[in-house]
């Protein structure tokens, strides 16, 4: 299975922006579909956004659509959320997702996890 990290993350003002990436190793992530997760503080883990293999199909949350843009490059090995107009409500650890099903409207039977990277938005 593919090892995903990843970087980006960090403290930024309601309305700011930030990029997170995912850098993959031990495989390569054209073979997975992708996605995003996150987990805010005594919260479940919530499905953010997915991509599929090719990265023609996106899939996203209704509360990030419109702001966040997930994209991947598969040359690079690596995987991206964009994350605009950002809100306190944003605030969680954001994690990287791989899996070998098809997106659906969320990313199924995730079999490989990155281990999360902090994303604090202050009001």
């Known amino acids: 299975q593919v090892q995903l990290v990843e970087s980006g993350g960090g403290l930024v003002q309601t309305g700011g922006s930030l990029r997170l990436s995912c850098a993959a190793s031990?495989?390569?992530?054209?073979?997975?579909?992708m996605g995003w997760f996150r987990q805010a503080p005594e919260k479940e883990r919530e499905f953010v956004a997915g991509?599929?293999?090719?990265?023609?199909?996106?899939r996203y949350a209704d509360s990030v659509k419109g702001r966040f843009t997930i994209s991947r490059d598969n040359v690079k090995n690596t995987l991206y959320l964009q994350m605009n107009s950002l809100k306190p409500d944003d605030t969680a650890v954001y994690f990287c997702?791989?899996?070998?099903?098809?997106?659906?409207?969320?990313?199924?039977?995730?079999?490989?996890w990155g281990q999360g990277t902090q994303v604090t938005v202050s009001s």
């Open positions: 991509i599929s293999r090719a990265g023609i199909t996106t």
């Open positions: 031990g495989g390569t992530i054209r073979s997975y579909t």
């Open positions: 997702a791989a899996s070998s099903q098809q997106l659906t409207n969320t990313l199924q039977s995730v079999h490989s």
